[in-house]
């Protein structure tokens, strides 16, 4: 069965620096996915992770998927507050999907 | 297109009743899903349905039922509530091909007295 892990959990930073969150996942994973949630609001799709070594870029983030590692990162570049929200991501294995608990990130001024 | 559709937006239920959450989705996907995403947790699978005639069980289906007579439609039916379901349910659709991407339908808040 597959688990997906991420972490930090929480994560509070300040405008303009960087971070990275870690996704790690158990077994393969058909897909990797990175959502967005704002608070009382549904999940947004960010990026959809095909291959090793794909890599995906929106704005201030990028996705990454390392297959071999069972790892995909979302790295958030120059943060700013509007990226406040609680992000997760998910794998599937054979169309059964499996999230991540999410990782709620607040950006300070 | 409207995308994902989910009725109604809130319900609440007394312990032992019954009820259908409606998903419907004018995209003609094949994958259709529910989740349910409780306080501080991430989404979990209930069932899902890879085309009309198709279910399959996710990692909590129990007591949850699913059907999926037509590609647009996907309702969940909670047999006899409990109050350990009540949580927000959420359904997605999308295409089994190509990159896959996820729509999320807005949800809805079911509280069980």
């Known amino acids: 069965e597959l688990k997906v892990e991420q972490n930090p959990l929480f994560l509070s930073m300040q405008e303009g620096k960087n971070y990275t969150i870690y996704c790690n996942y158990s077994t393969t994973s058909d897909r990797l996915y990175w959502y967005r949630q704002d608070p009382g609001k549904s999940l947004e799709s960010l990026f959809v992770l095909l291959s090793n070594g794909a890599v995906k870029q929106e704005g201030r983030l990028m996705a990454s998927l390392d297959t071999k590692a069972r790892l995909s990162t979302l790295h958030i570049t120059a943060a700013v507050h509007d990226l406040s929200a609680t992000y997760f991501c998910a794998g599937d294995n054979n169309n059964d999907m499996r999230f991540g608990a999410g990782t709620r990130l607040t950006v300070k001024p | 297109n409207a995308g994902v559709t989910q009725t109604p937006k809130f319900q609440v239920l007394k312990t032992g009743q019954s009820m259908t959450l409606q998903c419907a989705q004018d995209m003609n996907h094949e994958y259709m899903s529910w989740y349910r995403q409780d306080p501080g947790m991430g989404l979990r699978l209930i069932h899902y349905?890879?085309?009309?005639?198709?279910?399959d069980q996710g990692e909590v289906p129990n007591g949850y039922n699913v059907s999926r007579s037509t590609t647009e439609d996907f309702p969940l039916r909670l047999l006899s509530a409990a109050p350990s379901q009540t949580s927000v349910y959420f359904c997605?659709?999308?295409?089994?091909?190509?990159?896959?991407?996820?729509?999320f339908g807005p949800g809805t808040r079911l509280t069980v007295l």
């Open positions: 997605a659709s999308s295409s089994l091909g190509g990159a896959g991407e996820q729509f």
């Open positions: 349905s890879v085309g009309a005639g198709i279910t």
